[in-house]
Each structure stands twice: as C-alpha cells, then as structure tokens.
C-alpha cells in the first residue's frame, strides 16, 4: 500500500537558519502531495500540495519539491522563525475519497 | 466560515468506561473522517463518510470502536469498554474535494 516516510522526528534551529525536512513516499500511482502543520493544541492544518504537474508548491515562505526520479518530496524554508515552531507531516491522499497517510511527522523547534 | 468544531476537548477515564466524541463539520462537507492521533505520531484513519454512508471502517481498532453520521452532517464516534491503549487525539476532518479541514481534537486519556 502507500506510504510516506519521514526520517528526522526532531529539528532544532536557530531563527533565520535554513529548514530541510525529507519525506519519502512509495505510491502506486501518480500522487498529490501535501505538508500539513500541526500547531500545539491544534489540528493539521494544509501547508501546501504538489502535484505531478507542477513538481513545486510554496506557501507563507515554504517551498516543496517533488522528485519521482528519487520519490522525495522535501520541505525547505530560507529562514525560520520562531512561529514556524511545529511539527510538520507529509501526506499523501489515495483513493476516491482522498484518503490521507500521514508519515511520522517531523518536529521543528525554533529558538530566538 | 466556522471549522470543523468537536466536543469534547478533553476526557478522561478509567478503564472500562465508555466515551462518546462529537464532530460538526465545515456545513456543505460531504466527507466526514475520523483520525486517532496517539502521542508523538501522525493521525491515523480511523473512518470516513460519505454523507451518511461508512465508506470505509476497517482501520476501526475492534468492536468497541463505532461511528455514526446518520443525517450526513455531525457524526459520533463512541468508544465502549475503553483501554489505556486508548490514549490518543482524536480528530475529525472534513472535505469537499483533496483539501481536509481538521478539528481540534479530543484528547482522551483512559487511566
């Protein structure tokens, strides 16, 4: 069945560093991709999608690649902020009735 | 535009009680799912809805998990007989086409 795979269940980083967070997928077919953010307290909330058409997506500063060649879908930020603190799940739907995976989620702590 | 809204938001028991979590979804919605979030781990499909009808409930963890949507709006999920394995966020999501919308969460805790 699908999946999606994130390796690194903690980041620390300093405001202003450079975010990469690395999620793999194994997919039957030709998939969208979604990060979704989780916030203390909240549900996921959608951060952006890919899909194969335009192997890019961006929103309030991320920016997602999508590589079939590598079946990587990456998140990465110039600069982080502390309200970027959160953890971050890639997704991916399947199916008529746009059924999520969720990987492990990854945890990103921002220090001032 | 009101979100997804669920009730309540925290619970907690000992073994052996039952509990019962409500979920209003975004009005217009016609899919309805239900996530179970233990600590320090993505959402994992419990159910979904389509309108008023179970689409698909096999990743129910056994008999003593149910979910109802009977007027294909608010829904129900009800735990009977609850185990500390248990523990977790519950959370309810709602769409109309890829994009979910996810509630809050109830975080249950079974003592």
């Known amino acids: 069945g699908d999946s999606v795979i994130q390796m690194q269940g903690q980041v620390t980083l300093s405001e202003n560093d450079f975010l990469f967070i690395n999620c793999t997928y194994s997919t039957t077919g030709y998939p969208t991709l979604f990060w979704y953010v989780q916030y203390s307290g909240e549900g996921p909330q959608l951060l952006l999608q890919?899909?194969?058409?335009?192997n890019k997506g961006s929103s309030r500063g991320f920016e997602a690649t999508y590589d079939k060649g590598t079946t990587s879908f990456h998140l990465q930020k110039t600069s982080v902020q502390e309200i970027d603190s959160a953890v971050y799940y890639c997704a991916n739907p399947s199916g008529s009735f746009n059924k999520l995976t969720f990987g492990a989620g990854t945890r990103l702590a921002v220090c001032p | 535009e009101a979100g997804v809204t669920q009730s309540p938001r925290y619970a907690v028991l000992q073994e052996g009680q039952a509990v019962s979590f409500w979920c209003d979804p975004i009005s217009g919605h016609d899919t309805l799912y239900w996530y179970q979030q233990p600590r320090d781990q993505g959402p994992q499909l419990l159910v979904y809805f389509r309108d008023e009808a179970v689409i698909d409930n096999s990743q129910l963890p056994s008999d003593r998990f149910s979910a109802v949507r009977p007027k294909g709006t608010n829904s129900t999920l009800k735990i009977q007989s609850a185990k500390q394995g248990d523990t977790a966020t519950y959370l309810c999501?709602?769409?109309?086409?890829?994009?979910?919308?996810f509630g809050p969460g109830t975080r249950l805790t079974v003592l």
């Open positions: 890919v899909t194969t058409a335009n």
């Open positions: 999501a709602s769409s109309e086409g890829a994009e979910q919308f």
